[in-house]
């Protein structure tokens, strides 16, 4: 009777310890699970509002906007709504920030550098504009109408 009793409590510790494993996989299992639904959801909100800035006003979209920026500052297409959209309200501090920053994330892509050559011409900054039209020059050798503002600009 003594060996059983002394049998017991071995017989107890590999499965404490098997329950123990149990218990962290699936509690690794139903993080896992979490973390997978909320970055769908994540997604799922972002590429909502994308629909909505593409639709609605920029008045109306702009605190989503911003909300999904705080959210993701690295995605492109956030960035470039929120510059364009800026642009059109004639709001040029913020149009300046996200253009940069939409440069930035795509330093290969002509359109946020022609952009902020249009942001400078909007606000009669020529001057400003020359780098800009070189650097678009340097990705569009061809770009006429760049060559044609660095030529007018030479000229003043």
Same mark, same amino acid.
């Given at each position: 009777?003594?060996?059983?009793?002394?049998?017991?409590?071995? %017989?107890?510790?590999?499965?404490? #310890?098997?329950?123990?494993?149990? +218990?962290?996989?699936? +509690?690794?299992?139903?993080? $896992?699970? &979490?973390?997978?639904?909320? !970055?769908?959801? *994540?997604?799922? *909100?972002?590429?909502?509002?994308?629909?909505?800035? +593409?639709?609605?006003?920029?008045?109306?979209?702009?605190?989503?906007?911003?909300?999904?920026? @705080?959210?993701?500052?690295? #995605?492109?297409? #956030?960035? %470039?709504?929120? $510059?364009? +959209?800026? &642009?059109?309200?004639?709001? &040029? *501090?913020?149009? *300046?920030?996200?253009?940069?920053?939409? !440069?930035?994330?795509?330093?290969?892509?002509?359109?946020?550098?022609?952009?902020?050559?249009?942001?400078?011409? /909007? @606000?009669?900054?020529? /001057?400003?504009?020359?780098?800009? /039209?070189?650097?678009?020059?340097?990705? @569009?050798?061809?770009?006429?109408?760049?060559?044609?503002?660095? $030529?007018?600009?030479?000229? &003043?």
């Amino acid at each position: 009777m003594t060996s059983s009793a002394v049998d017991a409590p071995a %017989r107890s510790g590999p499965r404490l #310890v098997l329950w123990g494993v149990a +218990g962290v996989v699936l +509690g690794m299992a139903v993080l $896992a699970l &979490f973390l997978a639904w909320r !970055s769908w959801q *994540e997604r799922n *909100e972002l590429d909502s509002i994308l629909t909505a800035a +593409g639709q609605e006003p920029f008045d109306a979209i702009e605190p989503r906007l911003r909300q999904a920026y @705080q959210r993701h500052v690295e #995605v492109v297409p #956030v960035v %470039r709504f929120l $510059a364009l +959209g800026y &642009f059109k309200a004639r709001r &040029f *501090e913020e149009t *300046e920030l996200f253009l940069n920053r939409w !440069s930035d994330l795509s330093p290969r892509d002509p359109e946020p550098i022609r952009e902020r050559i249009n942001l400078w011409k /909007a @606000q009669q900054k020529t /001057a400003q504009a020359v780098p800009d /039209a070189e650097r678009l020059l340097q990705l @569009q050798p061809d770009d006429l109408i760049t060559r044609q503002f660095l $030529a007018q600009a030479a000229l &003043f």
